[in-house]
């Protein structure tokens, strides 16, 4: 029965494709399987590095698969993800459905949102308050949080990781329900975590078996290819604690009068007046309660920038945000890391809203889109030797760089954009300039307690997550560390 109503939905799937595009031809792709189509064809694992290659394969920068009726296309090259997403940014507006995030137990946030009056709402309402102006109020944050960091990375040099993940939950954390975290062990920083590690080794966005086959959410979950739907139920439980706990205790805050600027506290002022005043309530609590937790949940040759953050601040003091402006080596050096490693290296999947047709090929409405944001930062036309950190190369020629473009496309593209970018480019510019102030760190030494070289591994599942791995950390200096005590001490 289950193979009948397959082979029914791939032929009409297929009738109706070759019916709409009459002449015009589907961008190509690698050779799918009978029924499955390209399911089993495109890996779980790394998949845009897959993708990368049949790209070069099918001399084709846009490729077309589908499996079960569902049908999606991958952009390989920037020209063709800023031609659909940016310029036609009107019909690539709307997501896929995420089935597979649905049965994790996400409520509605804007990141999963279809394109629509709900979808508006929350835009309109999560936008403000990340704007490049406004998030200059949360500077303080920022740099308290960066101080904490470098700080926590020194004195426990065998355990950094839990200093970075603090620095980035504190932060998200007051913004969004005006939680203070009190420190690295803190049952806020493992809730955050585990959501977070949900969502991004939860495979590429809209990519399992369920957001292909809808009907296969209701299978047991002992079955052999069900892999994605264990891992669902699996975590399903962090994904409700991070959109219910933190809203729980922002609220208790709230009763007991500890007010603060929060997002969440904002809203539910908003809220209680238009109760009071009989007005609708567009935003729910529902709303105000999952936009709190996409915050949480959506929200890395450093000698040369050393050297740079040194003349800029002397040595007799900690960077504070006037000096940024002042540090463009280290704004390079951001930009080169997000080049290396996007962290969404297929982005967040947009949808179409009607038919196109691109250089020839055509689109239909309702197939899925990934910008392969990896190749893009990796096409050797526009980047040389794009495997070797490098920040020069976007300098001009005249100052010794090759003049290449800054890297585009790991915060998305076009109506979709993230909403975060101001925020996180902030944090992570104030943290690195922090660190190259205070910290210096090294390969970890070896058998003859030699620094030795060695290439981090990663989880391509999904976000593009480095495995924590052993660095050699000291202080940079007895001046920089009394000046980061000195300072931390009096937060
Ligand atoms: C380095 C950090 C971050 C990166 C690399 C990042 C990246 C992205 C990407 C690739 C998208 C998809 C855009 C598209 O569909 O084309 C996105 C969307 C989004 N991001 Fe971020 N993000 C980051 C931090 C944040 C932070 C801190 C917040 C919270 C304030 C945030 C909130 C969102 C939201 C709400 C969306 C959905 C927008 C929509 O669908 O309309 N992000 N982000």
């Not at 219910?244 to 009068?257: G, I, N, Y």
């Not at 997002?263 to 609590?285: A, D």
């Not at 930009?335 to 047709?357: F, K």
């Not at 910290?439 to 480095?466: C, K, M, N, Y």
């Amino acid at each position: 029965m289950g193979a009948a109503i397959v082979i029914i939905i791939a032929a009409y799937t297929t009738i109706s494709l070759v019916k709409k595009r009459g002449r015009l031809r589907l961008p190509p792709g690698p050779p799918s399987e009978p029924l499955l189509g390209h399911y089993r064809v495109v890996p779980l694992d790394a998949a845009f590095k897959q993708y990368n290659e049949w790209a070069k394969e099918y001399n084709s920068d846009v490729l077309f698969f589908q499996t079960f009726g569902t049908k999606w296309i991958v952009l390989n090259s920037l020209r063709s993800a800023t031609e659909l997403l940016d310029k036609r940014g009107a019909n690539y507006a709307d997501r896929p459905r995420f089935v597979m995030f649905e049965e994790m137990g996400w409520s509605p946030t804007l990141t999963w949102l279809r394109w629509g009056d709900k979808y508006h709402i929350h835009r309109k309402v999560l936008q403000p308050p990340f704007t490049k102006s406004k998030v200059g109020e949360y500077a303080g944050i920022q740099r308290r949080q960066a101080l904490i960091c470098c700080k926590g990375i020194i004195d426990n040099p065998c355990d950094w990781v839990s200093s970075v993940r603090l620095f980035s939950v504190a932060i998200v954390l007051k913004i969004a329900y005006g939680l203070d975290v009190d420190g690295p062990r803190s049952p806020w920083v493992r809730l955050a975590e585990d959501a977070a590690n949900a969502v991004g080794k939860s495979g590429a966005p809209a990519s399992s078996i369920m957001d292909r086959f809808p009907a296969t959410r209701y299978l047991p979950d002992w079955l052999p290819f069900m892999e994605r739907l264990r891992y669902a139920r699996t975590w399903r439980p962090a994904i409700q604690d991070i959109t219910r706990l933190p809203f729980e205790a922002s609220l208790r805050d709230m009763d007991s009068t500890a007010e603060s600027g929060s997002f969440v506290h904002s809203r539910i002022r908003v809220w209680q007046k238009n109760h009071e005043k009989g007005l609708p309530n567009l935003f729910t609590l529902e709303d105000i309660k999952g936009a709190a937790a996409t915050i949480t949940i959506a929200g890395n040759d450093t000698r040369k920038a050393q050297g740079e953050v040194d003349r800029v601040l002397g040595k007799d003091r900690l960077p504070t945000w006037e000096d940024i402006a002042n540090l463009p080596f280290t704004k390079l050096v951001l930009q080169e890391t997000y080049r290396m490693n996007p962290l969404s290296p297929l982005g967040i999947p947009h949808a179409s809203v009607a038919d196109d047709v691109y250089n020839g090929m055509f689109i239909p409405k309702s197939t899925i889109v990934y910008p392969n944001v990896w190749a893009m930062m990796h096409d050797e036309s526009v980047y040389r030797d794009p495997f070797r950190f490098w920040p020069e190369r976007y300098l001009p020629e005249d100052q010794g760089g090759n003049g290449e473009p800054l890297p585009i496309g790991n915060f998305g593209f076009g109506r979709r954009i993230c909403i975060g970018k101001h925020l996180a480019e902030n944090s992570l510019l104030i943290l690195l300039a922090t660190m190259l102030a205070t910290v210096d760190i090294d390969w970890p030494l070896g058998p003859q307690g030699r620094p030795t070289p060695f290439e981090p591994e990663w989880s391509f599942r999904g976000q593009a997550i480095v495995l924590p791995f052993k660095a050699s950390i000291t202080s940079r200096s007895a001046k920089s560390k009394a000046l980061l005590d000195a300072e931390t001490d009096v937060l």
